[in-house]
């Protein structure tokens, strides 16, 4: 019976202090053990039947076809057939952001640099947890900071040093004896201290991000509907009093061990023999107040209480667990065994009577104990021998051998054991489809089934398994996002630079390493960090050539279709370039081309911009049609020249004949004026003579009058 779980009103009803805080979170791991139970007793006894542990409980006959064991390991050779990969990208793919491009290639190379180490866990932690996932139904790993720091020398103090002879004085170390810089005599202390000792702080000397792999019977959390709801988690770890007492001084020799693990009859438990006696103390993470705390069952005071020394935005040091089956009802595992346990118990129910019928299966029967012959026919005869019989007309009328032996009938036992097979076969087919282990992903096929068929089969069977294989690189995603988040958030940038080799690089990069450094230390959010699916599961070669060939295909169509475009106009090159990006992104493992297709966006739109700047080059057939035009041109303007000039000519003629004419005018005009002038000189001469003549006659009529 489980015990009664008392429900807690506010946090005031503890107070803070080693006492209140124990029976704080006695409380909180009893409500969340309650809360487990039934999942670890399940979890326990599914890891049994993988293993096949029934030794107590076998019974005589009893046969079991291990089809968990064999559908557990085609999983996990599925879902992890090679180590993990890496790819970090940033969020704003722009072609033109180089330092976030450098800065992704940091974390890649640190992140995948770090797996391919021999001292690391990663990878089989990982494999651990998809143990865990496929059998109990819940995978952990959490991650830990581990920086190793050399302690400083004192440094002495400074006091006021004086020279006898000169005078001089200087600030020097406190023991030192130095000459004086200004005459080289020997400068004496005189006590008084300028600056005093210290003692420089730690120097760390080296720093690393562990993945450590948590047992599921080792995990616990606030019970919840989700989580996003958590409140807490806790991982724990059995230590020895040493270890306790080095970890905790002030506790560690109080805190009771368990001393019975020695005596547990689980033959699971990988601690049963263990000599050591352990206590198991739980580190308890608290989103709600970002603390840290250290707790032992039974133990009446909290061994100790840390803020929060990672910083992480999630606050745990884990990501969401791989876990079963899981609603939003309650966040709890649920093995994919316990549901198709039913048909895995028939299968072997049917297969104990199968054992068993064919252990009845032997040629057996009933004879005339009198007839002395018949028994050794059955017992003493080999081959090509004759036995003699008494009596042998007797034995005739009796009906022979027939007659005399009655044999066990087999054709019922038979009969029932093809039934049997059959349905067994019926079952295991039902098996298939349950769990989603169809008869094509075990490499058997049915005789007379069509393509279409076997391809329907295949995406069915694949499509479950698809959502595993994501759930899966969910978690291993998440595992290294956490780890990229702690190296951003605490490594040195010294050892950023060692760790991803970036002070090796040339040309533009070699300028960039240090503001990609500082912007992965700054702005860690711009990056997506992601282990896809096919870069852990074990690849299908054959589909995987296929995949590829159709990849290249489209890409050979799209440049076929597109090369007349870009050739026309140049400028579409990048934006055909950015459409073929998008594309491929819908094939699997496209990411890894996406690097390749941003140099050539970038690559595109500078040759654009260098031709935009540069004359455009020769085109033979441009050529002729310009010289061709230029010629023609010249031919044009020969032509015009010469209208232009026998126009002129025309023009220098009616000018010569206008100026002819304006001369002829003039002189006639000329001629003109000298006869009018003649004219008038004429008629004036005349007029004088006129009036000389008028005169004289007056004065002859005057002289005739007086008669002078």
């Not at 722009?94 to 976030?100: G, I, Q, S």
């Amino acid at each position: 019976m489980s015990e009664t779980v008392n429900k807690m009103e506010s946090q005031d009803q503890f107070e803070y202090s080693p006492t209140g805080l124990a029976a704080k979170w006695a409380a909180e791991m009893l409500a969340a053990e309650e809360n487990q139970k039934h999942a670890l007793e399940s979890g326990a006894k599914v890891v049994k039947r993988f293993l096949d542990n029934r030794s107590e409980l076998r019974n005589d006959g009893e046969t079991r076809v291990n089809l968990f064991t064999s559908n557990v390991q085609t999983l996990q050779a599925l879902l992890y057939g090679k180590e993990p990969k890496v790819d970090v990208k940033r969020r704003f793919a722009d072609h033109d952001d180089k330092v976030a491009r450098l800065g992704a290639e940091i974390l890649q190379r640190l992140l995948n640099t770090d797996i391919e180490r021999d001292s690391d866990t990663y990878a089989g932690a990982l494999e651990n947890c998809l143990e865990d996932r496929l059998l109990p139904g819940l995978g952990q790993m959490r991650l830990r900071y581990e920086a190793d720091f050399e302690e400083q020398d004192e440094v002495p103090p400074i006091n006021d040093h004086a020279c006898p002879a000169c005078t001089t004085r200087t600030p020097m170390p406190v023991g030192e004896a130095q000459p004086c810089p200004s005459c080289g005599g020997e400068m004496q202390d005189t006590g008084k201290e300028l600056a005093p000792a210290y003692t420089p702080d730690p120097v760390k000397t080296h720093e690393d991000v562990d993945c450590d792999y948590v047992h599921w019977e080792d995990f616990r959390w606030s019970p919840c509907r989700t989580w996003d709801e958590t409140r807490w988690v806790a991982f724990k770890a059995p230590m020895t009093r040493d270890a306790m007492v080095k970890r905790f001084p002030e506790y560690g020799s109080q805190i009771p061990l368990a001393q019975t693990r020695n005596f547990s009859k689980d033959e699971n438990d990988g601690l049963k023999n263990d000599p050591w006696a352990r206590a198991d103390v739980w580190e308890i993470w608290s989103k709600e107040d970002r603390k840290v705390y250290w707790w032992v069952k039974g133990f009446d005071k909290i061994l100790d209480v840390k803020d929060d020394t990672l910083g992480l935005d999630g606050f745990f040091p884990c990501p969401r667990p791989l876990i079963a089956n899981v609603t939003t009802t309650k966040f709890i595992q649920r093995s994919d065994f316990i549901l198709a346990q039913d048909l895995y118990d028939e299968i072997d129910m049917v297969s104990t009577r199968i054992t068993l019928l064919e252990r009845a299966i032997a040629v057996r029967g009933v004879y005339d104990k009198s007839d002395e012959g018949i028994r050794r026919l059955l017992s003493e005869a080999v081959a090509n021998e004759l036995i003699p019989i008494d009596n042998f007309a007797a034995f005739k009328e009796k009906g022979g051998l027939s007659g005399v032996v009655d044999w066990l009938p087999l054709e019922q036992i038979v009969g029932a054991l093809t039934v049997l097979r059959e349905y067994r076969s019926e079952l295991m087919q039902v098996l298939y489809q349950v769990t989603g282990m169809s008869d094509i992903m075990r490499g058997q096929s049915q005789s007379g089934a069509t393509a279409t068929e076997q391809s329907l089969k295949a995406k069915f069977a694949s499509a479950r398994v698809q959502r595993l294989q994501n759930d899966f690189a969910r978690f291993a995603s998440d595992v290294q996002a956490l780890k990229a988040e702690i190296i951003s958030k605490h490594f040195d940038p010294q050892t950023i630079v060692e760790r991803s080799n970036i002070q090796y690089m040339v040309g533009a990069d070699q300028q960039l390493a240090q503001q990609a450094v500082g912007l992965v230390k700054s702005n860690f959010y711009q990056y997506r960090i992601e282990v896809k699916p096919e870069s852990v599961s074990m690849a299908d070669m054959a589909a995987v050539k296929q995949e590829r060939s159709e990849f290249l295909m489209a890409i050979s169509q799209f440049l076929q279709s597109s090369l007349p475009v870009g050739q026309a106009a140049p400028w579409a090159m990048p934006y055909l370039l950015q459409m073929l990006q998008w594309a491929i992104a819908g094939f699997r493992g496209g990411s890894t081309i996406e690097g390749v297709l941003d140099q050539m966006v970038l690559a595109a739109t500078q040759a654009v911009q260098q031709a935009q700047m540069q004359p455009p080059p020769p085109n033979p057939q441009l050529e002729v049609a310009q010289v061709k035009a230029q010629a023609e041109g010249q031919k044009a303007q020969m032509g015009i020249a010469q209208q232009q000039a026998k126009m002129r000519a025309d023009l220098a003629a009616k000018l010569m004949d206008l100026k002819a004419h304006q001369a002829k005018t003039a002189a006639d005009i000329h001629k003109s004026n000298l006869d009018a002038a003649h004219s008038q000189a004429e008629h004036e001469q005349s007029m004088q003579q006129l009036e000389a003549q008028q005169r004289a006659e007056a004065m002859k009529a005057t002289s005739k009058e007086t008669g002078a």
